[in-house]
């Protein structure tokens, strides 16, 4: 909620000043995933069940895996946003597919964990059952 609040509702009197701090703001979440994609160690994030605006953090890491039920989801188009905090950088990077990136991004369809694996956004599909018993 603070952040939608921050994000739809910017300070400022006027608009330069209002797209400037808009501008602050996202540079401030763009960056909280840049440390991540930067950072020297390994980060592995593992994906069950949806993932829903959550594909600008797991393009940022180094090694992603799923189970069978993970779908994978480009929300902000629903909302009337753009994926400006590192989808649209890093997904066609990932996926190599500019056309499929275009795909999610515009049309906020679900991938699911199969599609994910054989465009390359997950490496590894585990059974779902598997981590359910972890």
């Known amino acids: 909620m603070d952040m939608a609040s921050e994000v739809l509702k910017p300070e400022g009197d006027g608009m330069a000043r209002t797209s400037w701090n808009m501008r602050r703001i996202i540079a401030m979440y763009q960056e909280t995933f840049t440390v991540i994609e930067k950072c020297l160690k390994p980060v592995v994030v593992a994906v069950q069940g949806a993932c829903v605006g959550g594909v600008d953090l797991i393009t940022a890491c180094d090694i992603r895996l799923c189970t069978q039920d993970a779908w994978f989801q480009v929300k902000e188009v629903d909302i009337g946003l753009a994926a400006d905090v590192g989808t649209l950088q890093r997904l066609p990077k990932v996926i190599g597919s500019r056309s499929l990136v275009n795909e999610l991004a515009l049309t906020a369809r679900k991938m699911y964990a199969?599609?994910?694996?054989?465009?390359?956004?997950?490496?590894?599909?585990?059974?779902?059952?598997?981590?359910?018993?972890?």
């Open 114 to 134: 199969d599609e994910a694996k054989e465009s390359g956004l997950v490496s590894r599909v585990f059974p779902t059952t598997v981590w359910q018993r972890a």
